[in-house]
């Protein structure tokens, strides 16, 4: 069986053909394309969604040639990006990728780009041309490499191209044809990336060795509870809850991290965790990093878990002593099955009698003293571990098998892409775009970073929009009259909140949909990303307004965080805006400094290729091996 097949705009193509292959890369014919897996055909025009993509794909043809390929909006069929060549991939992969087929599923070239080959190097992509073949004239592209060589690479050989993405504003050295500069580099890159696998699979089989709690079988009311979700789960959703609660049946400590895009569902599967651990008589405990998310979380749990005999309770140091003691003297008895707390929980004086579970929601945030304790915690105890920040999809498809990952990439349903503009500062338009969202019923977050002046503000758009009822919300408040303030805009006594970022860590306010950021030009992509999946999250329309002073002076970075932020709104956008992020801060952070030096010597995608050949290759056993047999094995 074919383990990919692709797509290129100029392709001699036959839909029939085409839509046959996908059927046995067990692809399901439909009338119209709604979830992954779907193909529609329509005369000349394919739809269709696959497995590996954000969005739906749209492939129409002209006189048996592909005229074009874009991704676009299932809703309202409006284009998302227009793509030079696309990779397919099966939903299930039945034999393991070679190395020549690019993870990325897109290749978009524009001349003067820098691009990987895979048996050459790095080059920069020069134009299209033909060539004479045996089969006639065929396309092209022309690659450049040092010296002003060419290399010309037929379009039927465009899976050995990829474009070259790396870390930082250098640009890479080209590499010469014929040279040996590549062959060491590529060689160098599958040694870090195979001593890199090797670190992350001694941990894992460290932790295999060690005793665990096997979770009994889903109990009936497990069945009963998953089918008292109000929504349709994703796909994604279905496939996680699985995996978690896999593992949760293993008899070893489960260390699994859920991967998802902001709003794709992470909390419903936490909460199915949860449920289960106490269905096998364990307590289960959700670590966040604010007293606003707890309370969230209480919220979300304690509605959800409604009808059924368990005890959910909050505990974080704003509560009075007297239930501070309450509540530690339930966990301690058993009474509480489920607490969600701050690093409260962490305190010496908790005990718990039989914790089993343990959620943690956005490690990063907690200081380094908490995460030694949980490091300790993830040796006894099952410990599931939520993120919202999404890493690339390549870096995942990389990683799958040398740690436990689970992937939430598909959008709820009737949700709709955030329109994002970045826009100048003036009156006129920020009392236009509030009074849009009162008139709608709707609530507005109004993000300024700075404490000390963020009451002018509040004043300002109060002046500006007399008609809204304003709130302030910052770190530095006591915390009653922080969460006075929350609960205000959560319960719409607060029409606009005018808030530092200490919103952007999960909270779900439906009725919050238009977000305008000031000096926007200030914030990282990460953060500007998170800020905007504060609104959006349900199923009505939402806006975000990047606004910067009325004459910037931007810095090239700045420049290209607005810009990824305005051309990335499509749903499940977050592993795009994630490649862009890591573009900019480098990918020390992520992979550590040694490994990021193989990245820019190889391009981001060959690495991740690296990565998941060197997996493969310590998951079957090998030893050390040689130079001359880590070269053969990138051949």
């Known amino acids: 069986?074919?383990?990919?097949?692709?797509?290129?705009?100029g392709q001699h193509q036959s839909l029939d053909r085409l839509v046959q292959q996908l059927l046995q890369f067990e692809y399901r014919r439909v009338d119209e394309v709604v979830d992954p897996g779907d193909v529609a055909l329509r005369g000349g025009v394919l739809d269709l969604f696959p497995a590996t993509f954000e969005s739906p794909l749209r492939v129409e043809l002209d006189g048996g040639r592909v005229a074009s390929i874009r991704s676009f909006n299932p809703k309202t069929l409006d284009t998302l990006d227009r793509h030079t060549m696309v990779v397919i991939l099966p939903r299930r992969v039945h034999t393991k990728l070679s190395i020549e087929v690019p993870f990325e599923a897109f290749v978009d070239l524009q001349e003067g780009d820098y691009v990987v080959h895979v048996d050459h190097g790095i080059g920069r992509y020069v134009e299209r041309t033909m060539i004479a073949g045996g089969g006639g004239p065929q396309e092209a592209l022309v690659l450049e490499y040092a010296d002003?060589?060419?290399l010309y690479v037929p379009i039927d050989q465009l899976h050995l191209v990829q474009k070259?993405?790396?870390f930082g504003a250098r640009a890479p050295a080209l590499h010469k044809l014929g040279g040996t500069g590549w062959e060491r580099a590529k060689t160098k890159a599958?040694?870090?990336?195979?001593?890199?696998a090797k670190a992350l699979l001694d941990l894992q089989a460290k932790r295999l060795a060690l005793p665990g709690f096997a979770c009994a079988k889903d109990h009936a009311w497990q069945r009963e509870f998953e089918a008292a979700f109000p929504y349709r789960e994703t796909p994604d959703q279905l496939a996680a809850t699985s995996e978690v609660k896999r593992s949760m049946e293993e008899p070893r400590p489960m260390d699994r991290v859920l991967?998802?895009?902001v709003g794709y569902g992470k909390t419903e599967v936490a909460i199915r965790a949860a449920f289960k651990a106490v269905m096998s008589h364990q307590q289960a405990a959700v670590l966040v990093p604010t007293t606003i998310l707890a309370w969230q979380h209480y919220r979300t749990f304690t509605k959800r878990m409604q009808g059924f005999p368990l005890q959910v309770e909050m505990l974080t140091r704003f509560q009075s002593e007297a239930d501070q003691r309450r509540i530690a003297q339930d966990v301690a008895s058993g009474r509480c099955d489920v607490v969600i707390g701050t690093h409260r929980l962490l305190s010496g004086d908790i005990r718990f009698k039989d914790l089993g579970l343990l959620i943690v929601d956005e490690e990063q945030r907690f200081g380094v003293r908490d995460k030694e304790r949980l490091k300790q915690w993830r040796t006894q105890l099952d410990v599931l571990t939520l993120s919202a920040t999404p890493i690339p999809r390549t870096l995942y498809l990389a990683l799958v098998g040398a740690r436990d990952l689970s992937l939430l990439a598909t959008p709820p349903e009737n949700r709709h892409p955030i329109e994002t503009q970045v826009v100048e500062d003036r009156e006129a338009s920020m009392r236009r775009w509030i009074l849009k969202e009162l008139d709608r019923k709707g609530q507005v977050y109004v993000i300024h970073n700075r404490v000390r002046t963020i009451h002018q503000t509040a004043e300002r758009i109060s002046r500006l929009v007399p008609?809204?009822?304003v709130g302030t919300a910052h770190g530095q408040m006591d915390e009653r009259e922080l969460e006075d303030v929350m609960m205000a805009f959560m319960e719409g006594t607060i029409d606009v909140l005018v808030t530092t970022t200490i919103i952007e860590s999960g909270i779900d306010i439906p009725n919050a949909n238009t977000l305008i950021v000031r000096d926007a030009q200030a914030f990282g992509l990460a953060d500007l990303y998170q800020l905007r999946g504060r609104v959006g999250r349900f199923d009505r329309k939402a806006y975000a307004y990047l606004v910067v002073s009325k004459d910037p002076v931007l810095s090239a970075e700045a420049r290209k965080r607005l810009e990824a932020m305005a051309e990335h709104t499509a749903l499940g956008s977050g592993f795009k805006i994630a490649m862009e992020d890591l573009k900019l801060r480098g990918a020390g952070n992520l992979l550590g400094v040694e490994q990021s030096g193989h990245v820019s010597a190889v391009g981001f995608d060959l690495y991740c290729r690296l990565l998941r050949e060197a997996v493969h290759r310590v998951r079957q056993g090998?030893?050390?091996?040689?130079?001359?047999?880590?070269?053969?094995?990138?051949?």
């Open 1 to 9: 069986m074919l383990e990919y097949t692709r797509l290129y705009v």
């Open 467 to 469: 008609e809204a009822r």
């Open 190 to 196: 599958y040694i870090g990336a195979w001593t890199y």
């Open 622 to 635: 090998a030893g050390a091996a040689s130079h001359a047999e880590l070269m053969a094995e990138v051949r």
């Open 148 to 150: 002003g060589d060419r």
């Open 259 to 261: 991967l998802g895009d």
């Open 164 to 166: 070259y993405v790396a």
